[in-house]
C-alpha cells in the first residue's frame, strides 16, 4: 500500500519536474504568460492616466481588471501543457509511463505553480502601478492562492479535452470561460472585499468549494478524457 | 397506436393554448394580459431544464455503461433541442420583461443565469464541432456536459447575490408552498406535459434521422 502511494507520488513528481525541465528549455509558457500579462497591465495603467481612478470607483472596477489580467494570461498559457505532448507526440509514451490520476496531479501542480508565480509578479505591480490599497492584505493574498487553484485545476481538465480537438487555442477561451465563470464571479466579490477590509463571509466557502469539486470532479473524469 | 400519438400531442396543446387565453383566470398585480406568458415561458424554461438534465444522464451513460454511440447521439440532440426550448424561454421572458420592466433586458438574476446556461451549452456544441472522429467526439463532450452539471450550481447560489431579482416567485414560493390560483396551474402543469411530450418527440425524430444518416454513411 504504502509502495503503491510512493510510487504514485514519484510519477506525480516525475510529470512535474518534466513539464518544468521542458519548459526551461524554451520558455516559452513563462515568456509568453509574463509578458501577456504585463502588456495588459501597462494598457490598463495607462489608459486609466496618471490620475488613475476615484477611489470609491476603483475599489469596485480594478479587481475586476487585476482578474482579467490573470484570466486572459492563464489561457494563453495554461492549455499549453497537454497541447505541448500531442504536437509532439508524446503523449503516446506519456500514457504508458504515468497512471491518470498521477498524470493529472502533477499537471495540476505544474499549472499551479505556475499561475502563483504569474501571480506573484503580477498582484503588487498592479497594486503600484494603479495605486490600489488593500484593507486586509490577509484576505487578498489568501484569495490570490486559492482563486490561482481554482483557474489551475479547471484550466488542466479542460486543457486535456481541447488537446485532442482542432482549433486548440480558441476552442480553450471557449470551453474553459464558462466553467471558470463562477470562479471568476467569486475572487472578483473577494477580492472587492479585501480591498474594502470587509469580511470574507460565505463567498469564501464557495470558492473553496469550487476548488475542491473541480479537483475531484477533474480527478474522477480525467481517465476517461485521457485513455482512449 | 403510435401513429395517433403525434396527432393527440397536436390536439392537446391546441387546447393548452385555448386554456391559456380563455380558460384561465389573469394573475393579479401583473399589467394588462401579460400574465398569461407564464404558460409558455415557464413550460418552456421547465423542459430545457430537463433537457439538459437528460443529456448529462446519456452521457453518464454513455461514459460508464458501455460505450454505445446511441447514447452519445441522444445526449447530443438533447443538448441541441433543449437550446432550442432554452432560447425560446429566453426570449419570451424578454418579451414579458418589456412589458413588466420595461425593458427587454436588464440584467436580472435570472436573465443572467439562463444566458450563461446559454453560454455553456453553446460551448458544448462547439467543442462537439471541434472533433470529427465519432468516439473521440463522444467521449470529450460527454466530460464536458457532466462538468456543466456540476458547475452550473453554483450559479444558483452566487448570481442572486449580484443584485436583487425582480422574477416573480417560482410555482413553489420561498415558504414551500404552491400559491397559484388551481385553474391555473391546471393549465401549467398541461401545458408542461405537452411541451415535455413534444421534446421528447422531436429528440426521439432527430435520434433516429441521424442513426438513419450514419448507417447510410458507413457502408
Not at chain 1, 503503491?4 to 528549455?25: G, I, P, T
Not at chain 1, 495554461?78 to 496531479?105: G, Q, Y
Not at chain 1, 505553480?113 to 493574498?141: D, H, K, Q, T
Not at chain 2, 458544448?124 to 465519432?134: F, K, M, Q, T
Request: hydrophobic share 60%; aromatic share 14%; with cysteine.
Amino acid at each position: 500500500m504504502w509502495r503503491l502511494a510512493s510510487n504514485w507520488a514519484a510519477e506525480a513528481l516525475a510529470v512535474f519536474a518534466k513539464d518544468w525541465r521542458c519548459e526551461f528549455r524554451t520558455r516559452y509558457a513563462l515568456n509568453t504568460l509574463a509578458l501577456f500579462a504585463f502588456t495588459t497591465l501597462v494598457v490598463v495603467s495607462a489608459s486609466l492616466g496618471p490620475l488613475g481612478t476615484s477611489a470609491a470607483r476603483g475599489a469596485s472596477v480594478l479587481p475586476v481588471l487585476l482578474w482579467l489580467i490573470l484570466l486572459f494570461a492563464g489561457a494563453a498559457g495554461l492549455p499549453r501543457s497537454f497541447v505541448h505532448e500531442e504536437e509532439t507526440h508524446t503523449a503516446t509514451a506519456l500514457r504508458l509511463a504515468a497512471t491518470p490520476s498521477a498524470l493529472f496531479c502533477g499537471k495540476l501542480a505544474y499549472g499551479l505553480s505556475l499561475v502563483w508565480a504569474l501571480e506573484l509578479l503580477v498582484a503588487p505591480l498592479f497594486l503600484a502601478m494603479v495605486s490600489l490599497a488593500v484593507r486586509s492584505p490577509g484576505l487578498f493574498v489568501l484569495v490570490l492562492a486559492a482563486g490561482g487553484f481554482g483557474l489551475a485545476a479547471g484550466s488542466t481538465l479542460i486543457a486535456a479535452i481541447i488537446a485532442q480537438a482542432q482549433g486548440r487555442s480558441t476552442l480553450f477561451a471557449v470551453l474553459a470561460f464558462p466553467v471558470l465563470l463562477p470562479l471568476l464571479i467569486l475572487v472578483v466579490e473577494l477580492t472587492r472585499n479585501a480591498v474594502a477590509g470587509a469580511p470574507a463571509g460565505m463567498a469564501l466557502h464557495q470558492l473553496l468549494l469550487y476548488d475542491g469539486t473541480v479537483t475531484i470532479f477533474g480527478l474522477m473524469l480525467f481517465p476517461v478524457v485521457w485513455n482512449p | 397506436m403510435k401513429t395517433l400519438l403525434p396527432w393527440l400531442l397536436w390536439v392537446w396543446m391546441a387546447v393548452v393554448i385555448w386554456a391559456a387565453f380563455f380558460y384561465s383566470p389573469l394573475a393579479a398585480g401583473f399589467i394588462g394580459q401579460s400574465s398569461r406568458v407564464l404558460f409558455f415561458h415557464v413550460p418552456l424554461a421547465w423542459t430545457a431544464f430537463v433537457g439538459f438534465l437528460a443529456a448529462a444522464v446519456w452521457s453518464a451513460r454513455y461514459l460508464f455503461f458501455g460505450r454505445r454511440l446511441r447514447d452519445d447521439r441522444a445526449a447530443a440532440v438533447a443538448v441541441e433541442v433543449g437550446f432550442v426550448f432554452c432560447v425560446l424561454a429566453t426570449v419570451t421572458g424578454a418579451l414579458w420583461a418589456r412589458i413588466m420592466w420595461g425593458a427587454y433586458w436588464n440584467w436580472d438574476p435570472r436573465q443572467t443565469s439562463i444566458i450563461l446556461v446559454l453560454i455553456f451549452y453553446g460551448a458544448y456544441l462547439s467543442l462537439r464541432g471541434a472533433v470529427e472522429d465519432g468516439e473521440k467526439r463522444a467521449r470529450l463532450a460527454a466530460v464536458y456536459a457532466l462538468l456543466g452539471v456540476v458547475v452550473t450550481p453554483f450559479f444558483f447560489f452566487i448570481v442572486p447575490r449580484i443584485t436583487y431579482s425582480l422574477h416573480p416567485d417560482s410555482v413553489i414560493n420561498s415558504r414551500g408552498e404552491v400559491d397559484m390560483e388551481s385553474r391555473m396551474l391546471q393549465v401549467l402543469l398541461a401545458a408542461f406535459a405537452g411541451n415535455a411530450a413534444l421534446f421528447f418527440w422531436i429528440h426521439n425524430l432527430q435520434c433516429r434521422l441521424r442513426a438513419l444518416a450514419e448507417g447510410k454513411a458507413r457502408p
